[in-house]
């Protein structure tokens, strides 16, 4: 079975140098309502992908209809990015790294500030893997970064070979990245 998973296109929407706590919170909903920036690009068309999967973010289906040729996309939540707020409430003002990488660790941590845990976010991957799996089909994943990296580390638990098709930095997944999981 061979799983290719993509990471979305670019969000048409630029964030702000520094946001307080209420602010960065509603950047975070804004961003997950945003287009993709290039909506005119051209792009070689993948086609004979039997199974399509998107998250249920608007981003993950608009990258599918530019990648994709002809094919239905099964919409699932289970793919969505692992959400963000805040990591305080304060009229304070950070940079968005900050709010990010505070963020990011209180996931990791299981702090109950960040709206899913980093347990709760493995068992979502979890049950996507095993879904996939009693599919038993080759598919295509069109998701979200923070959610890649979960997810790849998650495939790797359960036996997959994993390819990169392009060099992936070593902090990020950059838009359009893919990974191919083999089993």
């Not at 670019?10 to 804004?30: I, Q």
């Amino acid at each position: 079975m061979r799983i290719i998973v993509v990471r979305h296109e670019k969000v048409d929407m630029t964030w702000d140098r520094k946001y307080n706590s209420v602010a960065y919170d509603l950047a975070c909903e804004h961003y997950d309502r945003c287009p993709i920036a290039f909506p005119d690009k051209k792009y070689a068309k993948i086609t004979g992908a039997k199974k399509v999967y998107v998250s249920g973010l608007s981003r993950t289906y608009e990258t599918a209809c530019r990648l994709f040729d002809g094919t239905d996309f099964v919409k699932t939540t289970m793919l969505n990015e692992v959400p963000l707020r805040s990591f305080k409430d304060t009229e304070r003002s950070y940079p968005v790294w900050v709010w990010n990488f505070i963020g990011r660790f209180q996931w990791f941590l299981g702090k109950s500030r960040q709206p899913e845990s980093r347990e709760q976010t493995r068992i979502r991957v979890r049950e996507m893997i095993r879904l996939l799996e009693k599919r038993q089909e080759d598919c295509y994943l069109v998701t979200h970064g923070f959610y890649m990296r979960v997810l790849i580390s998650e495939l790797r638990r359960c036996g997959y070979r994993i390819r990169r098709e392009k060099i992936i930095r070593s902090f990020g997944i950059s838009n359009l990245d893919r990974v191919v999981a083999v089993k």
